[in-house]
């Protein structure tokens, strides 16, 4: 009786060891490769064929280890791609693809970048070319059904956070910024022209510093629209030189001149489509604008992006030589 006694302990002992041995090689870190690896698994890849990838990859030392993590951890395996940059325990890759943790970047759109300004962000992140974002946003074929007089997909590019991936194309990037665009706008519910709404907001987007004087400059401009008067914005000048490929970071008189019609200096009315993606609160200035009589607004010296607005000419002249005046200081 005895003799079966320590037999059975001895077994037991002998599990247990079996088993902090197999949980100790599942938590060993390992890593068999010298830069970072990427292993994609489309939908439908077994558990099995995963443990073949990761394992011919470097990422766990073998197939086995993986297998066996699945008793451990359990959790259904996500399909999509990983990058694998340092060592890792067999548990540790499992967890990662059961929680579906799939390689990404993020690509951040302010409110008021432009289609040149995205281009450049894309560049930074490298996964798409910038020259390939701007064909796709110099063509207007995504939007045109909600706007038929859209130059471009500009100003329907949807300022907001969006997940890049390795794979992610431009068309694919610009279908989700324009869907997020028409969701932001059914939301409002409104009646108005979209394509002249967004060229509106797009310009107080460009001029607004301050989210609470968006209603004003939309003002000023929805005020001189109705008299006829040129809406001399700065920004639409500069616009005019980017899409001429000769803007260099400042207004130029020859800016003023350009015959673009882009360029509201020379040309009465709308500019033809937006200067930039505005976001919910301009887009919402644009289409209730502030009561007021203002025709003219100048940048204030303090600093604080704020503007001094004016209803004629002399008061205009006035805040313009107090800035002039507090900027020499």
């Not at 943790?101 to 970048?113: A, H, M, Q, S, T």
């Not at 993606?277 to 502030?290: D, K, M, R, V, Y």
Request: overall charge positive.
């Amino acid at each position: 009786m005895k003799t079966l006694l320590r037999l059975f302990a001895l077994a037991v002992l002998t599990v247990l060891a079996a088993g902090g041995y197999f949980l100790y090689l599942l938590g060993q870190t390992y890593q068999g490769f010298s830069n970072p690896v990427f292993v994609e698994f489309p939908r439908g890849t077994s558990t099995a064929q995963m443990a073949d990838e990761l394992a011919s990859k470097g990422v766990v030392k073998n197939r086995w280890l993986f297998l066996a993590a699945r008793a451990v951890r359990r959790g259904q395996l996500q399909a999509g791609e990983y990058r694998f940059d340092k060592p890792a325990s067999a548990l540790d890759v499992y967890g990662r693809i059961a929680r579906g943790d799939i390689f990404y970047l993020e690509l951040l759109v302010p409110e008021g970048y432009n289609i040149f300004d995205v281009a450049g962000a894309l560049e930074k992140l490298g996964f798409i070319k910038g020259s390939d974002f701007l064909a796709v946003a110099r063509d207007p074929a995504l939007i045109r059904d909600l706007d038929p007089h859209a130059q471009s997909l500009e100003g329907y590019l949807f300022p907001n956070k969006y997940r890049v991936y390795r794979h992610t194309t431009a068309e694919q990037l610009c279908k989700q910024m324009t869907g997020e665009f028409r969701t932001r706008w059914a939301a409002l519910g409104s009646k108005a022209d979209v394509h002249d709404a967004i060229t509106l907001a797009s310009m107080v987007e460009r001029e607004a510093r301050r989210p609470e004087e968006r209603p004003e400059v939309a003002s000023v401009f929805r005020n001189r629209l109705k008299i006829g008067m040129s809406l001399d914005c700065d920004p639409t000048t500069v616009y005019a030189a980017l899409l001429e490929d000769r803007y260099t970071g400042v207004i130029h008189r020859s800016d003023l001149e350009n015959k673009n019609p882009y360029n509201t200096y020379r040309h009465q009315g709308l500019p033809p489509g937006p200067i930039a993606n505005p976001g919910l609160s301009s887009i919402q200035a644009a289409l209730a604008p502030a009561d007021t009589k203002y025709l003219y607004f100048v940048a204030k010296a303090d600093g604080s992006g704020g503007h001094r607005f004016s209803d004629n000419l002399s008061a205009h002249n006035a805040a313009v030589a107090a800035y002039v005046k507090a900027s020499r200081k």
